[in-house]
C-alpha cells in the first residue's frame, strides 16, 4: 500500500505565532511617551501654582494701593487705612 500523502515539509518552517506582547522599540516608545506625559503634567502644576501665587500678590498689592492712597477731601492722606495696614505687617512679621 501506498500512500498519495505528500509530506509536510512547511512543518519545520513554520513560523511561531505572534503573541501580542511590544518588542523592544515599541517598549522604548511607550516609557518616552509616559515620561513625556509625566513631565507636562509636572509642567502644568508648576505653573498653574505660579498663577496662584501672582494672582494672590496682585490681589494684595491692590487692597494696599487702595488703603495708601485714600485722601480726605482736602487731599490730606487717610491715616487710618495706613495704620491698619501696618499693624497687619506686623502681626504677619510676628507669626513668622
Do not use: C
Amino acid at each position: 500500500m501506498k500512500h498519495n500523502q505528500k509530506p509536510n515539509f512547511k512543518s519545520k518552517n513554520k513560523s511561531k505565532p505572534k503573541d501580542d506582547k511590544p518588542n523592544k522599540p515599541e517598549i522604548r516608545k511607550m516609557q518616552r511617551q509616559q515620561k513625556a506625559a509625566q513631565a507636562s503634567a509636572e509642567r502644568e502644576k508648576i505653573k498653574a501654582e505660579k498663577d496662584a501665587k501672582i494672582k494672590i500678590y496682585k490681589q494684595q498689592r491692590l487692597e494696599r494701593t487702595k488703603a495708601i492712597s485714600k485722601k480726605t477731601q482736602r487731599g490730606q492722606p487717610l491715616m487710618k487705612d495706613r495704620m491698619q495696614l501696618l499693624l497687619k505687617q506686623i502681626e504677619e512679621m510676628k507669626r513668622r
